[in-house]
């Protein structure tokens, strides 16, 4: 009879393996390994639809492509160029901030270190993480809505919050799984918007049990 912890690891072979076949492409991967517009995208992406962010940020990358030029920019183009993103006008004044502690303090390069990034305006955890995991390649779990929905569901934790999730996740999950765990979940969660979607989609794919 399988222990406890080989079921629930037998549980997380089987979830990676379903969400890959069942893996659409998240469109905020489209600037994959790039340190710069990885930050600034998913800064942006808070409280915002992927797609809104997506065109935000094409709209700001073609005006700023890097951070030397990003810091040439006024706020209050920032903010017309980002508009209609939740939180627009906080947002703008962080990524001026953001872009003249970089230019000022780390020579112009992004960290790659969570400490670093965290003492910058507007990243939290999950953006650090994502900018860590995504542009960096280094082992982290980002824990955005979709990431925190979906566990709960699946019973692999139960908590209240994401910082939470993203602790226990780190339990559980093998680290080789970390990069895709955040890029798989979002493609789930974007596809079965709704409780009742999601939870068919796992329960037809045996992966609620």
């Not at 993103?85 to 790659?112: C, N, Q, R, S």
């Given at each position: 009879?399988?222990?406890?912890?080989?079921?629930?690891?037998?549980?997380?072979?089987?979830v990676f393996s379903v969400f890959k076949k069942n893996y659409q492409e998240v469109p905020l991967e489209i600037f994959g390994n790039n340190?710069?517009?990885?930050?600034?995208?998913?800064?942006?992406?808070?409280?915002?639809?992927?797609?809104?962010?997506?065109?935000?940020?094409?709209?700001?990358?073609?005006?700023?492509?890097?951070?030397?030029?990003?810091?040439?920019?006024?706020?209050?183009?920032?903010?017309?160029?980002?508009?209609?993103?939740?939180?627009?006008?906080?947002?703008?004044?962080?990524?001026?901030?953001?872009?003249?502690?970089?230019?000022?303090?780390?020579?112009?390069?992004?960290?790659?270190?969570?400490?670093?990034?965290?003492?910058?305006?507007?990243v939290g955890n999950k953006t650090a993480n994502l900018v860590l995991n995504r542009a960096f390649g280094k082992p982290a779990i980002a824990?955005?809505?979709?990431?925190?929905?979906?566990?709960?569901?699946?019973?692999?934790?139960?908590?209240?919050?994401?910082?939470?999730?993203?602790?226990?996740?780190?339990?559980?999950?093998?680290?080789?799984?970390?990069?895709?765990?955040?890029?798989?979940?979002?493609?789930?969660?974007r596809q079965y918007k709704s409780k009742k979607k999601l939870l068919e989609f796992l329960q037809k794919n045996n992966l609620t049990n």
């Open positions: 009879m399988l222990s406890k912890s080989n079921l629930k690891e037998n549980k997380i072979q089987r340190p710069y517009k990885t930050l600034v995208s998913t800064l942006l992406s808070s409280r915002t639809n992927d797609d809104t962010t997506l065109a935000a940020s094409k709209r700001l990358f073609s005006k700023a492509p890097n951070l030397q030029s990003l810091g040439k920019l006024e706020e209050l183009e920032i903010k017309n160029l980002i508009y209609p993103v939740g939180f627009y006008k906080t947002k703008a004044k962080h990524l001026k901030t953001l872009a003249e502690i970089i230019l000022d303090k780390y020579k112009g390069i992004v960290p790659d270190q969570k400490e670093n990034l965290l003492k910058l305006p507007g824990v955005d809505t979709h990431v925190h929905r979906i566990s709960n569901l699946l019973g692999l934790v139960n908590t209240k919050n994401p910082n939470q999730t993203e602790k226990e996740l780190i339990k559980i999950i093998p680290q080789k799984k970390w990069k895709d765990l955040n890029r798989l979940f979002v493609s789930i969660g």
